[in-house]
């Protein structure tokens, strides 16, 4: 991740470097527990600047975990038990024909989907989202939730378990 | 065990594509895998708006902020001067503190032959010191305990009023506001009053003398003298005598030079009026001596006189 020399995270470079790398993933990580996007971005801020004020102690390569310690931390803080409303950007239907009742079933499908997305329990929520939004790999997950690669598969095999139990009803099979 | 543990895992590990053949077919068999498949699909196609513009310049500003404050050196801090006024006070306060605990401290003040030193109580009297002499005083308690131990030179210039008293080895001197001079040195004393009233005390001996009058007292013979005290100035650039025997005169270059004379059938009771130098001991030397017929050679500290 780092070729730098000196790997302390007060060299602004090796700063800005970590935001690069870890501020979107951060945000919606952040947004998974929150589902508030604004708060989100505020919350990878406070987390950044808390980074930057103990900079001397924490090296390049711990700066990941920190922030994200830091910005569950901040959550805690705020809003424990808050019931959240994830909403994703949804691509656009492109090129096919569109058929209306395709469209429809689609949309539904993707509503349904969303919504037993947001009731999922907290872990498994982050877990699943975190595998599939920003591309994490488990021993990533693992290693910024601090819990085993086991666990996370664990999580995101009930994740999965769950999801496919609420959408099963659907008539997926069409679209 | 290991079945429940890889049940638990089993979507999981269907994602990463590490089932086994027989697990996978029994999931096909349920059509699992093409319900997993379609919300893999589906929510891979999703995502989550880039994060606003200005997001990482308000990250900068705020540490911009934060630094200015951080760089402030901890010695500019406000907080810094509170912190360091209250050691200091402190410090005087326990140094205080021991003063009153202990015995009186004397401050002792030295002065060197040849040389002068005035200094000024916080009473506002003055002490004027004169060649090789010192004074000792109570520098905490002055204002209760007005007394002061001195050997040498010293005019003293008392302008409050209440109880003031010099000590010198084998007398003292009490006054009430006023302006004398005190010589002593080798059992030699001299006390000249130049204002107010002044009570000396040498052995067992007191006398009260008024401006214009002296007492000096040789090897412990006291005697009151007489003088001008317009002429008489008190340690000035030129030290004046009138009518000052000539032991008087010696004692005080020896305390101002600190100078010991040898004479050899010199006669040490003779009167002697006129001034000498405070500056320059061979000028002194002369001014005093050549007027009085007496040869001197002086080696080092050591002057040896001798009838012309």
Redesign the interface.
Same mark, same amino acid.
């Given at each position: 991740m780092s070729l730098h020399g000196n790997d302390s995270v007060c060299e602004e470079n090796n700063f800005n470097v970590v935001y690069k790398n870890n501020a979107r993933p951060l945000r919606n990580f952040v947004y998974y527990r929150c589902g508030d996007i604004e708060k989100a971005e505020d919350i990878v801020q406070e987390s950044m600047i808390s980074l930057w004020e103990n900079c001397i102690k924490i090296t390049f390569q711990k700066a990941k975990s920190f922030l994200y310690t830091c910005a569950r931390n901040i959550i805690i803080d705020n809003s424990r038990h808050e019931k959240v409303k994830l909403e994703f950007i949804k691509q656009l239907n492109t090129g096919f024909a569109e058929d209306p009742s395709y469209t429809l079933i689609k949309n539904e499908f993707e509503k349904k989907l969303e919504d037993a997305i947001s009731l999922l329990p907290e872990n498994q929520r982050e877990t699943f989202l975190m595998n599939r939004i920003d591309k994490m790999t488990f021993p990533e997950i693992a290693d910024v939730l601090g819990v085993s690669v086991k666990a996370v598969e664990k999580r995101m095999h009930l994740a999965l378990s769950t999801l496919k139990e609420k959408v099963a009803e659907l008539n997926y099979i069409k679209i | 065990m290991q079945n429940e543990e890889n049940e @638990?895992? %089993?979507? $999981? +590990?269907w %994602? @990463?594509k590490e089932l086994s053949d027989q697990e996978y077919a029994e999931l096909q068999k349920k059509g699992?895998d093409?319900? %997993?498949s379609? !919300? &893999?699909e589906?929510?891979? $196609?999703? *995502? %989550?708006? *880039? &994060? *606003?513009e200005n997001?990482?310049q308000? &990250?900068d500003r +705020? !540490?911009a902020t934060?630094q200015k404050k951080k760089i402030i050196p901890f010695y500019k801090q406000t907080w810094f001067y509170a912190a360091a006024s209250v050691v200091v006070l402190l410090g005087i306060f326990f140094l205080i503190k021991e003063d009153e605990k202990n015995e009186p401290k004397l401050a002792r003040i030295e002065c060197l032959p040849g040389s002068t030193k005035t200094i000024t109580l916080a009473d506002n009297t003055v002490m004027i010191m004169n060649g090789q002499s010192y004074v000792e005083y109570d520098s905490v308690s002055w204002s209760t305990n007005r007394q002061v131990n001195m050997e040498g030179n010293v005019y003293f210039d008392v302008r409050t009023k209440g109880a003031f008293t010099v000590n010198y080895n084998d007398g003292k001197v009490s006054v009430l506001g006023t302006k004398f001079n005190v010589q002593h040195k080798n059992r030699f004393t001299s006390v000249k009053c130049f204002e107010g009233k002044v009570q000396v005390e040498l052995g067992k001996l007191s006398f009260a003398i008024n401006p214009g009058e002296g007492v000096r007292s040789s090897k412990g013979i006291p005697s009151k003298f007489k003088f001008n005290p317009v002429n008489v100035k008190p340690l000035s650039a030129l030290t004046t005598f009138e009518n000052s025997p000539l032991e008087e005169v010696c004692n005080a270059l020896s305390i101002h030079y600190g100078l010991e004379f040898k004479g050899n059938g010199v006669d040490f009771s003779r009167n002697f009026t006129g001034i000498y130098k405070n500056t320059s001991v061979d000028t002194a030397l002369m001014m005093v001596f050549e007027p009085m017929g007496i040869s001197y050679t002086r080696k080092g500290t050591t002057v040896f006189l001798e009838n012309k």
């Open positions: - | @638990n895992t %089993l979507y $999981a +590990r %994602l @990463n699992d093409k319900v %997993l379609k !919300i &893999i589906t929510v891979d $196609a999703w *995502s %989550l708006p *880039s &994060i *606003s997001h990482k308000e &990250i +705020r !540490i934060k």
